[in-house]
């Protein structure tokens, strides 16, 4: 499946849906966690840019989650 174009805002807010939080903000790189599952991601957040698809399949593949279940919010 085609990963779709999005910003890091849109991709922090689904996975906030899925129980992450933010622990950090250090610059334009924003750290959320998920308790249950102790994992860190790194959402970089530059305004008005879109992110790279490798960048997305990224954060999706090091959150555990799929395309499927965060395409709702993208």
Avoid: C
């Avoid at 499946?1 to 790189?29: D, Q, Y």
């Amino acid at each position: 499946m085609k990963l779709p174009r999005t910003s890091g805002e849109k991709v922090i807010k689904a996975l906030k849906s899925h129980g992450f939080h933010e622990i950090r903000i250090r610059g334009s790189h924003h750290y959320l966690v998920n308790p249950d599952i102790g994992t860190i991601v790194t959402v970089p957040v530059h305004s008005g840019k879109i992110l790279a698809p490798k960048t997305l399949q990224s954060i999706l593949q090091s959150s555990g989650l799929s395309l499927d279940d965060v395409q709702d919010f993208l």
